[in-house]
């Protein structure tokens, strides 16, 4: 068994019927791309799609979204099982239209009430769905990439990998657009996960090794309350955070006396000209627990996706390594730590 799990991480799509013609070159492009990196020899075993894949969260977007995965993206990684695409909702997954004024007033409960009063509005089920109904065609479009034994009532998930006898790791599928507008300027420092939801998904977690947690947004973007707890608790839950939204690559540790993790963020695949379109290419060594980020990014001129060698000042040849901390004495460091103490 490879000792590396590889990653693609790709976000923020913004699909919609109105800018079909111009998606063509850069997600045909990355298609064809990412299947130029799996005849190397270097097919992902995950892709990672952290939120946006929808403008608007509507049925026609995500007719849109299926195409592309389905004809482009996984069709160009021979073998690939579709489980193994991991999705989470952005604030664009969301389609505001379907939302009447019980949900909305659900929405601000949840926004100005407590945890306790939120884990209670989402155990009730018909204050669950009132509030989920802005995003069920998302949940829809999710659960074509499930299998019927695990498909999705709610946008956040846990999904536990084994990757050998002694290693397993925990994929943490968070929903930061549970109360999220959609639009920037309203859901800055308005957005909520609650504590509910970080235990439904982390408590099946806690054998798991490497725990690799997918939020569409920044932690900034969560309410006042939140703002710390959540961090707190992906610090010390966590050993990576792969996010969106922001549309710019972006790597940083972020590191206490007790833990650390590492936060990678990847840019906008595609919205529109205004930004870069980048992506991610994530290498765990799960031997020494190095990571290696491979950042990209696509060139008009030339029509091209190119390994991005310009991201940082000390990236001279695109590529990034980290040390990350796992949990539970994964077993190859206990042998090194043994080892080390005899000599
Ligand atoms: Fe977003």
Known sequence: MSNIIRILHLSDFHFRKDREDDFRDVLMGLGKTVGDIAKEDKAPNFVVLTGDLAHSGTKIDYTLVKKWIDGHLLKAIKNFKKENLL??????????????AHGESLEEAIRS??????????????????ILSKQNQYIKFANTYRPSSRQLKVPWWHNIYKHSENLSIGFAGIATSLVAYGDDKKDYGQLVISDHQLEKIFRPLEKTNIRIALMHHPVAYLIGDERRSVYQYLLN??????????????SMTIKTPDHSILELATGSAYEDRKYDNTFQLIDIDTDNLKVNVQYWIWKWKGLEWIIDRNIYKNVKNGNSEFQIEIFNNHKCLAKKKVKKKKR
């Open 237 to 250: 839950k966590s050993s990576i955070v792969l996010r969106g939204h922001l549309h710019e690559q972006d």
């Open 87 to 100: 999705i989470i909702p952005g604030n664009h997954d969301v389609d505001r239209n379907k939302i009447n």
């Open 113 to 130: 009430k407590g945890q306790e009063r939120i884990s209670k509005l989402l155990r009730t089920n018909s204050s669950l769905k009132s």
